[in-house]
């Protein structure tokens, strides 16, 4: 069973469309997370879920909203695709109240791209 | 907020060597954690350090928690071409992990 699953793992499509990546987790976690990836490999967080709240939004544009109709589910929806939106999305899930012995579970993540 | 740098930001290794790679903040951190990214992969936990001076060990792989707690280092030995990768330290503060830049490894047979 994977623990951390994403879809889709690729996606190709053109500046200005409106695209999602979904993101379900079964550990049992009550924290997910979006991370983007850009093409130097430097992972950076956009948003924090805790039991479906958002807690962190680290100056995403609006274009980008998260949504958690779960603990289990995080999704992304990204408005008005940009070029610069290219990049590798990780969706990671932990326990929220920093037991951390297990590190944070990523997903296989989505490979965007925008042309 | 608070940050990590990691050096070197690549290395490459003979098959066989070893190598060290280091994780620096200005701060005194509560935790790091350390973590793997193959090519083409996601990043998968390794280990996390909490106390000063702590050392870990997971076969090949040292970890070290600095006593004052404001750097670690990750230490390889005997180095196979599975280590290849990019390696990153990160710190973990209010619901938010923050990676360093990490080191990406290559290997050389």
């Known amino acids: 069973d994977t623990a951390v699953s994403q879809t889709p793992k690729y996606l190709v499509t053109q500046m200005g469309n409106d695209k999602s990546i979904k993101c379900e987790q079964n550990?049992?976690?009550?924290?997910m997370y979006w991370y983007k990836q850009d093409s130097k490999k430097f992972l950076k967080i956009m948003f924090s879920?805790?039991?479906?709240?958002?807690?962190i939004n680290e100056t995403v544009p609006n274009r980008f909203s998260p949504k958690s109709p779960d603990k289990a589910h995080l999704n992304l929806h990204i408005n008005s695709l940009e070029l610069g939106d290219s990049a590798v999305y990780f969706c990671?899930?932990?326990?929220?109240?920093?037991?951390?012995?297990?590190?944070?579970?990523f997903g296989s993540g989505t490979r965007l791209t925008v042309v | 907020g608070q940050q990590v740098m990691q050096i070197p930001q690549y290395q490459h290794v003979q098959e066989g060597e070893d190598f060290t790679t280091y994780c620096n903040s200005s701060?005194?951190?509560?935790?790091i954690q350390w973590y793997k990214q193959r090519p083409g992969g996601h990043p998968v936990f390794l280990i996390q350090?909490?106390?000063?001076?702590e050392v870990k060990k997971q076969k090949r792989l040292t970890f070290q928690f600095g006593e004052a707690k404001k750097n670690s280092s990750l230490h390889i030995t005997a180095t196979q071409t599975t280590d290849v990768g990019t390696y990153f330290c990160?710190?973990?503060?209010?619901?938010?992990?923050?990676f360093g830049a990490g080191t990406t490894v290559t290997v050389r047979a």
């Open positions: 879920y805790n039991n479906k709240e958002l807690i």
């Open positions: 990671a899930s932990s326990h929220g109240d920093l037991r951390l012995d297990y590190g944070y579970t």
């Open positions: 350090l909490v106390k000063s001076g």
């Open positions: 550990l049992g976690h009550d924290t």
């Open positions: 701060t005194t951190l509560s935790n």
């Open positions: 990160t710190l973990s503060n209010d619901y938010k992990l923050s």
